[in-house]
């Protein structure tokens, strides 16, 4: 999702994922790429940001294919569970790659 870099530019930076690269995003990228699955309660916690910020980056994320939202109860309670695709999976790797490269740590 990283956008082209100008025609002459070589810096790795360049091809940093633009959706990954939000610090909220990236951290329930990292969350997710930890487990296989979890849920919104347990997300919120981890990364300690509130539901509606939560919901909105989820979005972009599910959005970008990145990220699958299943819904379903708990005894009588709603939960969403979340956990990354193969897609995602995959991005959230380049993304880690590109960030090595950086720091200058193939």
């Known amino acids: 999702m990283s956008a082209k870099p100008?025609?002459?530019h070589t810096h790795p930076r360049f091809d940093l994922?633009?959706?990954i690269h939000a610090p909220v995003r990236l951290s329930i990228m990292a969350a997710l790429a930890a487990a296989d699955e979890a849920d919104f309660r347990f997300l919120k916690e981890t990364i300690e940001v509130s539901?509606?910020?939560l919901s909105?980056?989820?979005l972009a994320l599910?959005?970008?294919g990145y990220v699958n939202a299943t819904k379903g109860y708990e005894g009588k309670r709603p939960r969403t569970w979340l956990s990354?695709?193969?897609?995602?999976?995959a991005a959230f790797t380049n993304?880690?790659?590109v960030?090595?490269?950086i720091i200058g740590n193939p």
């Open 6 to 8: 100008p025609e002459g």
């Open 17 to 19: 994922d633009d959706v």
């Open 95 to 97: 993304y880690m790659d």
């Open 51 to 53: 539901d509606s910020l």
């Open 84 to 89: 990354l695709t193969d897609q995602g999976r």
């Open 99 to 101: 960030l090595r490269r």
């Open 62 to 64: 599910e959005e970008a």
């Open 56 to 58: 909105k980056h989820l």
